[in-house]
């Protein structure tokens, strides 16, 4: 029973579930990403480009013989890849600078004043005690 009480506690920490979280967020973003490449962004680029279908560009390696499918070196799926990971790489960077951005903004409100502001405030606080 230790054995199970112990996986529960690692299962239920926050960077396990935090983790989980990301990954299947990041599924998801990966299949929005893949399709807005697919869909909306290398048509109009296949058509820039003389009409070029990137998804169904590829090599023939080796012709179909009877049933065996043919051999090919699908470059363009490829190519289509390269451009879905740029994209994600980019939205990704793009979400971490934001949050180190907050995180520092967070960090100098919340961070203690350096010394010599305090000791001006305790000289001021004094001098206002001694007027009164």
């Known amino acids: 029973m230790a054995l199970f009480d112990e ?30 490449v697919s869909d909306v962004l290398m048509p109009p680029l296949g058509v820039l480009l003389g009409g070029v279908d990137f998804s169904g560009l590829a090599v023939t390696l080796k012709a179909a013989q009877g049933e065996a499918p043919a051999v090919l070196w699908r470059y363009g799926a490829f190519v289509q890849s390269i451009v879905d990971f740029t994209i994600i790489a980019f939205a990704i960077f793009l979400v971490v600078k934001a949050m180190n951005s907050m995180q520092k903004k967070q960090e100098a409100a919340s961070a203690p004043p350096p010394a010599e502001v305090v000791l001006l405030t305790e000289i001021r606080d004094s001098l206002r005690s001694r007027s009164s």
């Open 7 to 36: 996986f529960k506690s690692f299962a239920m920490r926050g960077n396990v579930v935090d983790l989980a979280v990301g990954v299947v967020i990041g599924g998801a973003f990966g299949k929005i990403v893949t399709s807005f």
